[in-house]
């Protein structure tokens, strides 16, 4: 009898070892997952705030300061700012050189999205299926 206790308590024993180590397998991994949803949400999350700020930029240019230049007799708003002087960029303009700018400056790729792009500036349109 006491030799089929002692087995029992050895089988018991290794049951309770084996339960215990999927339990923290189980802990661990959905400790894991958690955080990994948590970090791709906050990622996501700070993408749209970024973009609703490059989007606001481009707006405040479009709404305030391109029809406040334009109103100067003289002012051209054109996308060839740079090769004629006095002049300052197109709204789509602006808001794909400051892309640009910030692209190479960070760790932020920004980039202008149109189904009307300038044909004739390099990688114009959309380049993926996003």
């Known amino acids: 009898m006491r030799k089929l206790f002692d087995r029992a308590l050895d089988y018991a024993l290794h049951l309770i070892a084996l339960a215990l180590l999927l339990g923290i397998t189980l802990i661990f991994w959905w400790h894991y997952d958690r955080s990994q949803n948590q970090i791709q949400q906050s990622a ?3 993408a749209q705030d970024f973009s ?3 989007a606001q930029f481009r707006n405040f240019y479009a709404n305030t300061i391109v ?3 334009a109103m100067h007799e003289g002012m051209i708003v054109t996308h060839d700012y ?3 002087p006095g002049s300052i960029p197109l709204p789509a303009t602006f808001a794909i ?3 640009d700018l910030l ?3 960070s760790n932020y790729s920004v ?3 149109s189904d009307m792009p300038f044909e004739w500036r390099e990688n114009a349109g959309i380049c993926d299926n996003f």
């Open 111 to 113: 980039r202008l999205f």
């Open 82 to 84: 740079q090769n004629i």
């Open 67 to 69: 029809p406040a230049a």
């Open 97 to 99: 050189d400051f892309g």
């Open 103 to 105: 692209s190479s400056n």
């Open 52 to 54: 609703q700020s490059v």
């Open 44 to 46: 996501i999350l700070e």
